[in-house]
């Protein structure tokens, strides 16, 4: 029995070992190739490849072991095919020069065997190797060409020239803003030919249409089109009082000239036509019976009439309104001394320390360090006596350095002979007139005589 199950189970071993033989024999004959997926069914396949014992399957094509293809849409276009074509995408009878690789052609309305004459724009017929071009200048490059200009004719797929294009649409060459497509111009009437126009009275116009009959600038600006000198571009001449360049700033007027002299004799009627010094509509100087060097005009202007001695007391007439002063006067009322005017020192006056080291002098043309009648003065009273001015208080007073800050000095006893021989700046301030008075006669206020010298351009 033993021996009996030792030759079964060997019987078994053996029959599993032919049967594990048969089967790897089986396998060592599939051999792995490369397939490729062909989408029209023409036997070249594209895109990467699949490596498999067999073909793969697949809904979308078949595989296949060739590959190459350039178009797996086409069925027509593969690697097989020996037939060249070119598409002529314009219909002018002159192909593309890339060329396409069909068995067959697809379309023949489209694609042509001809491979010479090749287009230089496939994508506008008009353009091609037998197409000649005509090029007009373009002067003024705003892409449209002058119908007048000379001419140039090429073939059509040769470059065109510089400075021209394929159409004669420009209404004006000379000028990059008139054209077809160009905005519409705003001609701005220019009385004075200097460039600028008034801009309140000017003619909009379409680009191309004719220019209006009037002078015209392009641009405005001009704030006097009767004077062509004065415009945006023009240069200032400072302190003509003119806005000569138009930027709304007119400068003061400095007079310079030959020196005027005015003389008021003592006793002399302050009223009298003879004794007064007009400077402007609004400005005469002269000297009252009291002494006080006044505007006339102010009060001619004020009460309607000359006021006498008894009518109203020098309180009054002595402290003529004015704007307010330059200096920082507080809530002081800006009044005294001749209306409308303010005064500055301009040079050095007399040799006291106090003078020399005095940095309060004006500029003609700057209004800094204007001042009341009364405080100038004040000032070069204090300065001849070597008495130094600190701070301007108001129209009627100041700080120096002998009193104590911030309270007026008492000046009643002010002499008008300290401004004698001081070079003085006069600043009209409604004018914006500046110029240079020197005097050289003002005795005390009991003497009503006054002699000066100052710079004009006409009196």
């Not at 004065?230 to 007079?255: F, Q, R, T």
Request: charged fraction near 25%; glycine fraction near 8%; aromatic fraction near 12%.
């Amino acid at each position: 029995m033993r021996k009996n199950n030792f030759f079964g189970l060997l019987a078994m071993i053996m029959g599993f070992g032919f049967l594990a033989m048969v089967s790897c024999s089986k396998d060592d004959e599939c051999v792995n190739r490369t397939y490729y997926l062909d989408k029209d069914y023409d036997n070249f396949g594209a895109g990467a490849g699949t490596t498999a014992c067999k073909p793969p399957t697949s809904t979308s094509g078949q595989y296949v072991l060739k590959s190459g293809d350039t178009n797996d849409e086409d069925p027509n276009v593969n690697p097989e095919c020996a037939l060249v074509f070119y598409i002529d995408d314009d219909g002018d009878g002159f192909p593309s020069p890339e060329p396409f690789y069909f068995c067959e052609n697809p379309d023949d309305t489209k694609y042509t065997e001809v491979g010479e004459n090749f287009d230089c724009n496939d994508n506008d017929s008009s353009i091609n190797p037998d197409v000649f071009i005509t090029y007009y200048p373009d002067t003024d490059n705003d892409g449209y060409g002058d119908p007048n200009g000379q001419t140039v004719v090429v073939q059509g797929c040769e470059s065109a020239p510089a400075d021209h294009v394929a159409n004669s649409d420009d209404c004006d060459d000379t000028d990059a803003n008139r054209n077809p497509e160009a905005a519409q111009i705003t001609y701005y009437n220019d009385g004075d030919d200097d460039g600028y126009g008034n801009e309140d009275e000017f003619d909009v116009r379409d680009a191309c249409d004719p220019a209006p009959g009037f002078n015209y600038a392009l641009q405005a600006g001009d704030c006097n089109d009767n004077d062509p000198s004065i415009n945006p571009a023009a240069e200032e001449n400072p302190n003509d009082g003119i806005d000569s360049n138009c930027d709304g700033e007119a400068e003061a007027i400095i007079w310079t000239g030959p020196d005027m002299q005015f003389s008021k004799p003592e006793g002399a009627d302050w009223t009298d036509s003879d004794y007064r010094d007009v400077l402007t509509q609004t400005i005469a100087i002269t000297r009252h019976e009291s002494g006080n060097v006044t505007n006339l005009a102010w009060w001619l202007d004020e009460i309607g009439a000359i006021p006498q001695d008894n009518d109203l007391e020098w309180e009054y007439y002595g402290r003529q309104k004015e704007v307010s002063p330059v200096a920082n006067v507080g809530d002081a009322e800006p009044s005294a001394g001749p209306s409308g005017m303010r005064w500055a020192i301009l040079e050095q006056g007399a040799d006291t320390p106090a003078w020399d080291n005095f940095d309060w002098y004006g500029e003609l043309g700057d209004p800094t360090h204007y001042y009341s009648f009364n405080n100038i003065l004040t000032i070069c009273e204090l300065l001849n006596s070597d008495e130094s001015p600190i701070t301007i208080i108001d129209d009627f007073g100041l700080d120096n350095t002998n009193e104590i800050p911030g309270e007026a000095s008492d000046y009643s006893s002010r002499q008008h002979k300290h401004l004698e021989n001081i070079k003085l700046g006069v600043w009209l301030m409604e004018e914006n007139i500046y110029f240079t008075l020197t005097f050289t006669n003002l005795p005390y206020a009991s003497n009503n005589a006054m002699t000066y010298t100052r710079s004009t351009p006409n009196n």
